[in-house]
């Protein structure tokens, strides 16, 4: 089965610290890893990662995968309390046909000001 | 397009009632998947569908959870009768599918918050 480990379970910190959040997880045929920021209704994607070592970055945030060690962190610079959210990361399956992503119960972020 | 659809937004009902929960994927997304999300246990994959037929269901909880999708454009997901423990946001996202949703992420739509009493 499918498992999907994320830690810290929950994280608060003020504003302009920075934080890593870490995934790690065990997939019978891993094909991808993906972030997603969750504020009060729906995820929103952020990153999808497929190879080790390459950073994917976006403004403050960055993540990197590590597929000898399965794992993967997100990291936050300069946070802000717009930063604020539930951080979910999940894992895809390579296999036709099989579209599931399997989460993680997520990190819960908040940025005090 | 407008994303995924669902509907209610909020439903509050008693114990022992049937619940519906809709959802309308975006055109041309052949895989459907719905989640519950509980503080508790986080985002669970409950169901998902390829071309309309269910394909792994080994997430629902029990017999009084059921879900089905008549055509490519519209999916519930029912319970009944629901129980208490059954409050959480439930959730329904799509893909490409088909093989096609390589590099390509869910879609989720807002969410329906279910309570019952």
């Known amino acids: 089965e499918d498992k999907v480990v994320q830690s810290p379970l929950s994280l608060v910190v003020h504003e302009g610290d920075t934080v890593t959040l870490n995934c790690s997880y065990e997939v019978t045929n891993f094909r991808s890893l993906l972030w997603y920021k969750q504020e009060k209704k729906a995820p929103t994607f952020l990153f999808m990662l497929?190879?080790?070592?390459i950073e994917k970055k976006s403004g403050r945030l960055s993540s990197i995968l590590d597929k000898k060690e399965l794992f993967s962190i997100l990291n936050i610079t300069a946070t802000q309390t717009g930063d604020s959210a539930i951080y979910l990361c999940?894992?895809?399956?390579?296999?036709?046909?099989?579209?599931?992503?399997?989460f993680g119960t997520g990190t819960r972020l908040t940025i005090i000001p | 397009d407008a994303g995924v659809i669902q509907s209610p937004r909020h439903e509050v009902t008693e114990m022992g009632q049937e619940v519906t929960l809709r959802c309308k994927p975006i055109s041309g997304h052949n895989s459907l998947f719905w989640y519950r999300q509980t503080m508790m246990r986080g985002l669970e994959l409950l169901i998902y569908f390829n071309n309309n037929v269910p394909i792994d269901d080994s997430g629902m909880p029990e017999d009084r959870f059921s879900a089905k999708m008549p055509n490519a454009s519209f999916s519930t997901l029912k319970i009944q009768p629901s129980e208490p423990r059954d409050s959480a946001v439930y959730f329904c996202?799509?893909?490409?599918?088909?093989?096609?949703?390589?590099?390509?992420?869910?879609?989720f739509g807002q969410g329906t918050r279910l309570t019952v009493v």
């Open positions: 996202a799509s893909r490409p599918g088909q093989g096609r949703s390589w590099g390509t992420e869910a879609f």
């Open positions: 497929t190879s080790s070592g």
């Open positions: 999940a894992v895809d399956n390579l296999g036709f046909g099989n579209e599931k992503l399997t």
